[in-house]
Structure formats: C-alpha cells, structure tokens
C-alpha cells in the first residue's frame, strides 16, 4: 500500500527541503541522476517495518503564531500547531479560552471567536498536558499577504530615499512576517519565520510595495497592519497556483493534467504512483544485481512528482504558501508578471487559477485580491502606433483580470523606469494598492484607480471613448519622481492611435471632452478601432483622472 510519509521524503530530496537529504543531495533545484537508490532504501524499510514517521511530541505552534504578531480583527481566526497525537490543548487570549483535541498525528487547530482591533499588546498562553508556550506582544488589526516576484520582494532600502524612509521606519504598529524561500513537490504543513516590529534598525529588509501600503492603512485606519511577505524574485506564476486552482480552469487543461498526475489522491496520479513503485522495486533488484557485479548502476525510473526547480507548477505553493493557508487575512496584494512578460490572454487564466484556487484553500470567502498591472519597461517607438511589443499583451491580460469578482488593480504606467526592471518608485505602488483597499474593503468613499476604458461610439470621423473612474474628470498630468500628479493647462494627450477599415494604426489627436476623450485623425475618415499607451513603454503617455491616477493602457479592437 502507497505510504505517503515514503513519497514525501523521496520528494523532498528532489526538491528543495530542510531535510538533511535535500542538503545533501540538492542543488539547484533537480535530482541527480543515481540519486533514485534512496528511494528503495526507504521503500526497504517501508516494507520491513522499520520506517518511523518521526512525529514530534513537542508542543509546537505555527511560525505565524510567534512574538509581534497580529491577528485580523472582525472575523473568526484559526490558530494551530502540534502537540501529543490524541492530546487535549487549551489556548487562552484576550478573554477566550478554547480547548481542542490533537489528532491522531499530533495536529490541532483551534478558532478564536472575532476580535476587536487593539493596539494593546496581548499575551497568548497555550497549554497541554505538562507543557505550556506563551506568546506575546500580539495585536490584533489587519492582515494582508504581499506576493509575488521581484518587485514585490524589493525592499526599503532598494526603493527611492531609502536612507530618509529608515529613519522614519518608527511604525510599531506594522509588523513584517518574511516567509523563506523553499519548493517543494508536496504541500508542507510548516515553514519557519518571525515577525518583526518596525523601527529603524530593520525596515530596510520590509517589501517595500507592502511596507508603504501598510503604512498608508495606518495612518488612515489608525489600526495595526501585519505584512505577511510571500514573494521570490524571478518566478513565474506557475508554481504560485495551488492544485485547486489549476483544476478550476479549463483553459489550462494541460497543465491541470500534469498537476493531477503528481498527485497520488487523484485517480490519474494513483495509478502513475503505483506503476512507478512496480518499476521501482523491479529497478533495485536490477540495481542489486548490477552492483554485486562491479557494474554501474541501470538508469532508474523517472520519478512521478512534479521535479525541478522552483518554477515548476505548484512547488511554491507547496512550501510557501500551504503552511500559511487558514491564517486569517483580509486579502492578497500580488506583484508579478516580469516573467510570463511575453504571454497574453494564457495569463488570465493563470490569474484566475491563482486567485480562485487560494480562496478555495482559505475557505474564507472571496478575499479581495489586489494586483499590480507591470509599469513602463525599455523603450517603444512612437511612430509604432499600433504598439503591442513586450509586455503590452500582457498588461491587456492584468485588465480583463478586472473581471475575476474582488480584485483591484494599481496602474503604474507613468511610474516605471526605462532601464531598470525594478523601478524604485514603489511608494506610489504601495499608495495605489492602499487606495484599492481603502475604497474595496475599508468603506471609503474614494475614486479607486485610474480612468479604465468602458466603451466607444464613432461619430462620424471620430471615436468617443467612455471611461470608469473618471472622478472628478479627466486631464492632461505629469508624474515627476514621488510629487504629486500635477496637470499641464493646456497640454496635449499623447500615446494614442486610430486606425480605419484597414487595420493600420496612425498617431491620432486626443481631445479631452468632459468625461470623455475624442479621438480622431485627418487620414483616417472612418475610423474603427482607437489604442492608448499600447506599447512595452509609452514614455510620456499622460492621461489621468483629476484624482492623479492614470489611465491604464487600452484598446478597443482585438486584432
């Protein structure tokens, strides 16, 4: 019979793990070839009895449950950890006291009733049997999880002013959580961290997109913020998505078929798990053979679980994400894409496989999901007025994400920087996702985002184009460095296209005209299709909304 313990430890020696086989035997992120023979010393002692599981008896708590934390208010929290199988466990906080029963594998969780926000510091004091942990200094407030790739991990002291933001870093009401960067081909239960209290001295480490977003919801809310920092520079999005997810979306077919192949619960992976343990065994006595002759060792059989680095699907997510999920969060800020930068509409649907499959695992409801559309990037040509080079497709594909219920998505097309793949302005970004959640979950009466294209009608030799959050209306700004969007009396709209029955985009002529913008062109007489910013970098592209936001790039065809 399949033992799951067994497959779990020949997995985490092909894939990143703290086990003292994945130290040993890993490195960068794959099996060695002639490694497999571990598996058939585990699988030896499987079937003699003499596997142990090696369970801890120790009291234990998840690493988020630690010093400085905070707890989201409003809502029930879920709290776990490990004790003796079978055992009882009592937690007492802030005038609760729960008791609960470990099960027979020594895992408890616990569900606090919902609390107030306090920036009091409270103790929590868990108990079982003779052993007894004492958590302190915890808050309870609001608690966001800040994910994705590099830009999302960049930190303070890699952002504008980074020397003036350390010494304004005195925010004891923030707190930091910084998840370790492990994959793995199987979900794990535990992952190390601490949070910490923000101050000076170890601001410089925070994601710099999450610190200046909490920073924004404190001064608003006057309530603790926890950043819970999940992110690893250069991945895709793929090894983001959980199984769930994947399955949730037909168009990633192919991908959902591999995942459930990996997976020995599912009828597919049953069989492609037993028939690997049948080459298996036949492989070690081959192996034996072999061996006993002096001779080097046959080619073993490939392994079933999903191998590789950490770009391959799920394998973030299981060491990552997984320890984390139940912890109660009010939503998700998500800043990625660098690396799927040449795909389109398959983005969306990884999107959606993203953000449906982590609901379905919190069981919390649909969580709001904030996103960061990618910024300016290289250079564009101007007189390509048809654009659609680099992440253009890509960015199109973050706006229809708009569609998914409960997401948001912080435009920063005037804020990127033609060199650098990390512009350092993230203190606008971290303003922008604020907004989202000020206006989305915070009950403010605010004007979210930027103008974002709601249709169009032609009249005549022109094209009207119809705006959402258009606020107070529309102007021509200028974004210069972190001051604020100023607007330009009598400026001109630049970056837009119009292209007639033949398809060819010309430059066109923008014309703000209350809440909407007249677009037209002399050598085009009957237009039919308009593009705005709609190139890898649209340098100079200054249409805003009076609240100082910009337009997120748009077109009206989909040729």
Avoid at 140 to 157: D, K, P
Avoid at 255 to 264: F, K, S
Avoid at 309 to 314: K, L, N, Y
């Amino acid at each position: 019979m399949l033992n799951r313990m067994f497959l779990r430890n020949q997995a985490r020696v092909s894939g990143r793990s703290a086990g003292s086989f994945g130290l040993v035997f890993h490195r960068g992120g794959g099996m060695k070839k002639g490694i497999v023979w571990l598996a058939g010393i585990f699988l030896v002692a499987l079937l003699s009895g003499n596997w142990c599981a090696g369970a801890g008896s120790k009291l234990e708590l998840c690493s988020l449950l630690s010093d400085h934390a905070v707890l989201q208010q409003g809502m029930a929290i879920p709290v776990w950890g490990w004790a003796e199988p079978d055992a009882e466990v009592s937690l007492s906080f802030a005038g609760q006291t729960v008791k609960v029963k470990a099960d027979p594998d020594g895992r408890w969780q616990a569900r606090l009733a919902p609390l107030s926000a306090s920036k009091t510091s409270l103790e929590m004091t868990v108990r079982s049997g003779q052993q007894s942990l004492v958590v302190r200094d915890i808050l309870v407030g609001e608690v966001w999880l800040c994910s994705g790739q590099s830009n999302m991990a960049l930190t303070v002291s890699s952002c504008l002013n980074p020397e003036q933001e350390k010494a304004g870093g005195n925010q004891p009401l923030i707190r930091h959580f910084r998840v370790p960067l492990l994959h793995s081909a199987w979900p794990e239960e535990k992952v190390t961290g601490s949070w910490q209290v923000c101050s000076p001295e170890v601001v410089a480490g925070f994601t710099a997109t999450g610190y200046f977003f909490a920073r924004e919801i404190v001064k608003e809310l006057g309530v603790p913020v926890g950043i819970v920092n999940c992110s690893w520079g250069g991945t895709r999005i793929e090894p983001w998505i959980c199984p769930q997810g994947y399955s949730r979306v037909p168009q990633l077919k192919d991908l959902n078929q591999r995942v459930q192949a990996a997976d020995p619960s599912t009828e597919a992976g049953r069989k492609h798990y037993l028939a690997y343990l049948e080459e298996l065994k036949n492989w070690i006595e081959k192996a034996r053979v072999q061996v006993e002759a002096g001779q080097n060792l046959p080619k073993p059989p490939a392994v079933p679980w999903i191998d590789g680095d950490q770009q391959q699907p799920t394998r973030i997510y299981n060491a990552m994400v997984h320890p984390l999920v139940s912890w109660a969060i009010r939503g998700v800020l998500w800043y990625q894409g660098e690396s799927n930068g040449s795909e389109g509409e398959s983005y969306y649907h990884k999107m959606r496989a993203l953000i449906e499959g982590w609901r379905t695992v919190w069981n919390q409801g649909d969580f709001s999901f904030y996103f960061v559309q990618l910024p300016n990037f290289q250079y564009s040509d101007p007189k390509n007025a048809a654009g659609g080079d680099g992440w253009t497709l890509l960015r199109e594909a973050q706006l229809k994400c708009l569609e998914i219920p409960r997401t948001g998505m912080a435009v920063t097309i005037d804020i990127g920087e033609a060199k650098d793949i990390h512009p350092k302005n993230k203190q606008d970004v971290g303003k922008r996702l604020a907004r989202l959640a000020l206006a989305g979950d915070y009950g403010r009466s605010l004007v979210p985002t930027g103008p974002l294209y709601k249709r169009h009608v032609v009249e005549g030799n022109k094209i009207r184009i119809f705006f959402d959050n258009v606020g107070q209306g529309l102007m021509v700004g200028r974004k210069d460095g972190l001051a604020p969007v100023e607007e330009v009396p009598g400026g001109r709209l630049s970056w837009f296209s119009i292209a007639g029955e033949d398809r060819k985009f010309v430059p066109a002529e923008a014309v703000i005209d209350g809440a909407t913008v007249v677009v037209s062109s002399p050598g085009v007489p009957k237009p039919v299709a308009v593009r705005y910013a709609f190139a890898m970098n649209p340098a100079g592209c200054n249409l805003y909304n009076r609240e100082g936001f910009p337009a997120s790039p748009f077109r009206t065809d989909n040729w």
